[in-house]
């Protein structure tokens, strides 16, 4: 019912038959992220609002088979975001507060999918740089810039 009065959407589970995730868990987030208190999850929030419409301007002007999921498996790995072209994961996505040490399951998801981004999203200022391993860590502004 929330759904339906736009309070709120869900995202799924990325998987493949490779990777052992939980197939059914829904997360869900709310279109006005502003009635989050923690700092953290309202920046996730936030982020899967930007993500989410950029998704459906992708979908709804260029036809592309883009979809926004995010990813956890049986041993508790979790990544916030996945984008998915055609069932195939091209970005991977982590928001954090803070800090530019990277999250070991996006270490896990890039080493699985070298062809897929992989970005830690954090809340600080000014920041944006580009691990060995390929995996980028980048202040929200400079990322949410590149999504419009």
């Known amino acids: 019912m929330l759904e339906n009065l736009y309070m709120i959407f869900r995202i799924y589970p990325f998987g493949v038959p490779k990777i052992r995730t939980v197939k059914k868990e829904a997360k869900h987030y709310h279109f006005d992220w502003t009635v989050i208190k ?14 989410l419409k950029w998704c459906f301007f992708m979908q709804d002007t260029y036809g592309r088979e883009i979809e926004l999921r995010y990813f956890r498996d049986i041993d508790k790995r979790e990544v916030d975001f996945v984008i998915t072209e ?5 970005y991977f996505i982590e928001c954090k507060k803070s800090g530019q040490k990277i999250n070991r399951p996006l270490y896990y998801l890039k080493t699985r999918f070298p062809d897929a981004r992989a970005v830690q999203v954090v809340l600080e200022k000014d920041i944006d740089l580009v691990s060995k391993d390929d995996i980028r ?7 949410l810039a590149e999504f419009v």
């Open 137 to 143: 860590v980048c202040s929200a502004h400079i990322f």
């Open 38 to 51: 923690d700092t953290g999850n309202r920046f996730e929030n936030l982020m899967a609002c930007h993500l």
């Open 86 to 90: 055609d069932s195939k994961p091209i």
